[in-house]
């Protein structure tokens, strides 16, 4: 009795097509990866943001008025007035900095909550907000502090540097500005290949549950031969909400001089000018907080993609994938984590740097090739004998064209 194979579904499609990807499908997926789980992203990135952006603004404006208020208290002009102004101004300064890097601790959650979804949907799988913590909470920490180190190293190198062309700029003017100039010239393409570099940090933490140093250096190793792909996309996708932004602060520009116009022509600060002009600064940051939640989120799902494209080129990652998917939709349950089977693994080279001739021309199983009939094998003959006058001419000799191979049915 013949065992005839029964039928299965064809497996669902994720967000990406599970082989190497082209830039070209990493920059539209990273747009339109937003589809597949927006109640869960959206939401959470915009109350991440709202709420970390109320913090600090209601912090901030707090300790400023109550540092300023003092210069009340004093008389203007005499030194205790200018220490005190001293004093606060680099009191706000310093609780705007390190609230600003609270602030940016907080979002890279979000950024690993996008990550964890990107892995999930490359192999059409939705998860809820809960299933996504629980697979970041592990290395909250360790990301929360991979951001305050990073940012704090920024913060020391730009401090130590503008140190140095300050006190040049007390003996030297002309050579301050001059290294200025050279200073900012070179930091713009280190930032952006540092960028690069580091860009792989967070989905490497979330995967593979590495220390902070193990981490860096396999951001360092998966992104090479794609430096100039992650570098394409990461200023493309900056260039495109940098424009949008623009675009949408400019009719709210014009909103807010309309209303202010239109509530007070004559100039005068009255009570409804005041709150025409506070609910338009509203609305403006409320379509800021929109833009930067998407934002964060494509540049998250970018981070993603990169980090599964690099690892196929690398490692190998769509095999997995592809059994995984394949076992999944067979009916398999408690299936290892495909990310972490066989992180490292060397890859071997897909396709072969050089291609050899081809192999001879081999029949079907169970067929031979019969030899040509005899009265067609000729002698070799050292010369080849003219035909005689009155005899026609020989037929033409095959041409590539002709078959000639006759078939032998099995015996």
């Known amino acids: ?38 109640k869960v992203l959206l939401g959470f990135a915009m109350v991440v943001q709202t709420v970390a952006y109320l913090v600090v603004t209601i912090a901030i404006s707090g300790i400023a008025f109550a540092s300023f208020s003092r210069l009340d208290t004093v008389p203007a002009g005499t030194d205790e007035w200018d220490a005190v102004l001293t004093g606060s101004i680099t009191l706000t300064a310093l609780s705007g900095l390190v609230l600003g890097l609270l602030a940016g601790a907080v979002g890279v959650l979000v950024q690993a909550v996008v990550i964890s979804d990107v892995l999930h949907a490359a192999v059409a799988e939705k998860m809820t907000l809960r299933m996504l913590w629980q697979r970041v909470r592990p290395v909250a920490w360790r990301l929360i502090g991979y951001t305050i180190l990073l ?58 549950h590495t220390s902070l140093g193990a981490a860096l250096g396999r951001s360092w190793r998966l992104s090479r031969g794609r430096f100039w792909v992650i570098l394409g996309i990461l200023v493309l996708v900056s260039l495109v909400f940098g424009a949008v932004a623009q675009v949408v602060s400019i009719p709210f520009s014009f909103l807010a001089s309309a209303l202010t116009t239109v509530i007070a022509p004559t100039g005068d600060e009255s009570a409804a000018a005041i709150i025409g002009i506070v609910a338009t600064l509203g609305l403006t940051q409320i379509v800021t907080l929109l833009i930067q939640s998407v934002a964060v989120i494509v540049q998250s799902t970018a981070a993603g993609l990169v980090y599964i494209d690099c690892r196929m080129r690398h490692e190998g990652l769509d095999l997995d994938l592809l059994e995984y998917v394949d076992r999944r939709d067979a009916g398999a349950t408690d299936l290892p984590d495909p990310y972490v089977v066989h992180v490292g693994r060397a890859a071997q080279p897909r396709w072969p740097t050089a291609y050899g001739q081809p192999a001879p021309f081999a029949p079907p199983p169970g067929y031979t090739i019969a030899p040509p009939p005899a009265a067609e094998q000729t002698s070799a003959s050292p010369a080849a004998v003219p035909p005689a006058p009155d005899q026609s001419p020989p037929a033409p000799t095959a041409g590539p064209d002709d078959d000639q191979t006759t078939w032998a049915m099995p015996r």
């Open 151 to 208: 940012s704090l190293a920024i913060g020391v190198i730009v401090i130590i540097v503008g140190g140095l062309i300050a006190v040049l700029a007390v003996a030297v003017p002309a050579a301050a500005v001059i290294l200025g100039i050279l200073v900012i010239l070179a930091a713009i393409p280190l930032s952006l290949w540092l960028a690069v570099k580091l860009l792989l940090v967070p989905a490497v933490l979330i995967v593979e």
């Open 1 to 38: 009795m013949t065992a005839y194979p029964s039928w299965t579904p064809a497996p669902r499609p994720g967000i990406i097509p599970l082989q190497p990807l082209t830039f070209g499908t990493i920059l539209g997926r990273s747009f339109s990866a937003l589809r597949h789980n927006p």
